[in-house]
């Protein structure tokens, strides 16, 4: 009798035991990993793999997070800022990994195209592969992960379109396709809360209509691409913008004043063929202000005086620079003011004024003589003045 109390008393110690073992990972990811580290390896100075052994736990593997049996989330190569990254390919078994909901890649060398079967991965909702080489198409398959809120493609050689089923993602957040080689047109973003769109240092073309993106985003930059038409009626609706750069494009038509009334930090909408008057409503609070080498024209609105960098140079504005331009410039609250190739006739500052050291002003090439002498820009040339001809043909 007391043998079986023995035996059972083992048995159900056995069993407990057994109840606290880790799951053993599912054979479909163990496969997907082996395959995913034969085709990558560690650039020199990387140790990334060297816990890759995979007569242990892959569970336990440096950027493997697995729950139960299944891997959660892959961080491929050592996170810390200046490490060594990966070179290889992506391997198309990453499509077996079917729990995944985190994909990120560091900085590195990894080379060839993003595999299609990243659209087997319907629970992926962060996918970040930046500072790499990939190349090819952005897969338009990735359009089926409807539960994505994360895309980071920066930086790569990425070319093509993006895909019009990017665009109409239910739930993405933060799109970031910078520094690539993308074209085309830009699809219609209908996500409800998309806050940051980055999509600077490509060759993206073409207009943008007025329902093209929503009015939830907080970060918009398309700089540096060759985007037309006008931007009025778009930028009307994006008042929840803290950061907005258009720079160097073909935008064309007014700037809305509404604009000037956003929680900006950052307006840049230089190097465009913006026209028209710029007339703030109020008192604008944004630090940063350029809106040079535009078509703006008209007088300089007071309004723009409480702004601390502001370049409104190479324009057509014309008339009398504000006095309280000159006051604020004085107490070196503006800390830029580029006036330099407009069309402006005078401003109240006396010859012997002292501007502080940390304040620059450029007048040249208006149709005045500064009064004051003041370091400009080397681009805006040696000209003091405007010749006069040019002067009497805005007036006409």
């Known amino acids: 009798m007391a043998t079986c109390k023995n035996v059972c008393a083992l048995l159900l110690l056995l069993f407990s035991s057994f109840l606290h073992v880790k799951a053993i990972l599912d054979p479909a990811d163990f496969l997907a990993l082996q395959s995913i580290r034969k085709a990558l390896e560690d650039m020199p100075g990387s140790h ?9 736990d892959p569970c336990n593997f440096a950027g493997v ?25 992506l391997d198309p078994a990453l499509g077996k990994l079917s729990a995944l909901a985190e994909f990120t890649v560091v900085p590195g060398r990894i080379y060839g195209p993003l595999p299609e079967s990243l659209s087997d991965l319907k629970n992926l909702r962060f996918l970040g592969v930046n ?49 690539n080689r993308l074209s085309g047109s830009l699809p219609r973003f209908e996500s409800h809360t998309l806050t940051r769109l980055d999509l600077k240092h490509n060759s993206l073309s073409g207009s943008l209509p007025p ?8 970060y918009l930059s398309l700089a ?11 930028l009307g609706r994006l008042d929840q913008l803290n950061y907005l750069d258009l720079s160097l494009n073909q935008f064309t038509g007014p700037i ?4 000037f009334s956003f929680p900006l930090t950052n307006l840049q909408l230089e190097r465009n063929q ?7 409503v109020e008192q604008v609070s944004i630090p940063t202000v350029d809106l040079s080498y535009n078509r703006l024209s008209g007088q300089i609105s007071p309004m723009l005086a409480s702004v601390q960098y502001l370049y409104l140079n190479n324009n057509r504005f014309s008339g009398r620079v504000p006095a309280s331009f000159v006051e604020r410039l004085l107490d070196a609250s503006i800390q830029i003011l580029y006036l330099q190739h407009n069309y402006l006739t005078g401003i109240e500052i006396s010859p012997t004024a002292v501007i502080p050291e940390r304040s620059s002003l450029c007048l040249q090439y208006n149709c ?29």
């Open 48 to 56: 990334f793999f060297s816990s890759w052994d995979f007569t242990a």
């Open 224 to 234: 540096w691409n060759q985007l037309t038409g006008p931007m009025d009626r778009l």
């Open 368 to 396: 005045m003589v500064p009064p004051v002498e003041t370091p400009c820009p080397l681009r805006a040339g040696k000209q003091k003045t405007r010749p006069t001809a040019q002067c009497n043909q805005l007036k006409t």
């Open 256 to 259: 809305p004043d509404r604009i």
């Open 65 to 89: 997070y697995c729950d139960s049996d299944r891997v959660i989330s892959l961080n491929l190569g050592d996170p810390r800022a200046g490490s060594p990254g990966l070179t290889g390919r």
């Open 274 to 280: 913006f026209s028209g008057a710029v007339q703030p």
């Open 131 to 179: 500072r790499n080489f990939i190349s090819g198409e952005i897969p338009t398959m990735l359009g089926e992960l409807r539960g994505l809120r994360t895309i980071d493609l920066s930086y790569n050689q990425l070319t093509g379109r993006i895909p019009p089923t990017v665009g109409s993602l239910p739930e993405l957040t933060n799109l970031i396709l910078c520094h």
């Open 211 to 218: 329902n093209s993106l929503p009015p939830s985003l907080q």
